[in-house]
């Protein structure tokens, strides 16, 4: 268990313009990671294909999804949430009905803004959102209601094509709607490291994006699409596989991340307030 506590609920979105690179597999098992870390953690599932929802065992049928919360207006974030069968993670499931959910933030005044306000009461530690590869008014309120962003990467070509794409619409939703959205980094969750192929494209990102990838790699593994299937994190399912390892490694520097720059916040708050 992690001592580390933090004063408000921080949400991270984790999101990528290309699919298969992880999304789904990175948010569940990440949320789990911080989880047994001790904190009280929420998955939102914004993607309409509903991976995660469908990865992960709940004790009750919920009564709402992520199209409820949206679009009504007496329905928080604290409410719409049901607890899994995982310990200390909550979710608030995706709706097959999701584009209908487009249309009406599209014509609502202020819809890039529903998503944080239905969080801002919402008891949790951390929030986890996965989104769809395409770039909609749904990742737009998902990259508003965020403290960080988190790109999942897989080693192929196409991959970095939607990397190129996610890092444009981050700056433009940084710059003009959320300026305190941080970019917490991007990781290879699928590596296939038998390819040549698959070490360039690692490189590449090493010498393009430096810091900002972690040191953590992911390599393709059977025991964690098996986690999956049977409705568990890896952590859980084979908590000594190598799989469980490394996202426990990618967890651990991802929360050092936040930490890092939650405490620097800090710092910085206390500092202007001294110059007061």
């Not at 981050?170 to 941080?182: D, S």
């Not at 970019?183 to 296939?192: C, Q, R, S, T, Y």
Request: hydrophobic letters at 40%.
């Amino acid at each position: 268990m992690n001592n580390s506590k933090f004063q408000r609920l921080i949400t991270i979105t984790i999101c990528q313009r290309k699919g298969g690179v992880g999304k789904s597999t990175a948010t569940l098992n990440l949320a789990s990671v911080f989880a047994a870390m001790g904190y009280r953690t929420l998955i939102i599932d914004l993607d309409d294909q509903a991976n995660t929802s469908s990865s992960i065992s709940s004790h009750i049928q919920s009564s709402y999804t992520i199209e409820d919360l949206l679009l009504n207006d007496g329905l928080t974030g604290r409410d719409a949430a049901i607890q899994t069968g995982w310990e200390n993670v909550w979710m608030v499931p995706a709706s097959k009905n999701l584009s209908g959910v487009v249309k009406h933030l599209d014509s609502e005044v202020g819809g890039h803004l529903i998503l944080k306000e239905k969080l801002a009461c919402a008891d949790f530690d951390f929030c986890f959102i996965d989104n769809s590869p395409s770039l909609n008014m749904l990742t737009i309120n998902s990259f508003t209601a965020s403290d960080y962003a988190f790109f999942p990467l897989a080693s192929k070509y196409f991959s970095l094509y939607g990397l190129g794409q996610t890092l444009e619409a981050f700056g433009k939703v940084q710059k003009r709607i959320n300026p305190e959205l941080i970019l917490a980094g991007m990781a290879f969750v699928i590596h296939d490291k038998r390819t040549a192929l698959s070490k360039e494209i690692i490189q590449k990102v090493k010498d393009t994006y430096g810091p900002l990838l972690f040191q953590t790699i992911i390599g393709t593994n059977i025991k964690i699409e098996e986690a999956q299937i049977q409705k568990q994190s890896i952590l859980t399912y084979a908590p000594e596989d190598r799989g469980a390892v490394l996202y426990r490694e990618l967890g651990e520097e991802l929360f050092e991340r936040i930490k890092g720059c939650e405490e620097g916040k800090a710092e910085a708050a206390d500092g202007k307030t001294d110059a007061r």
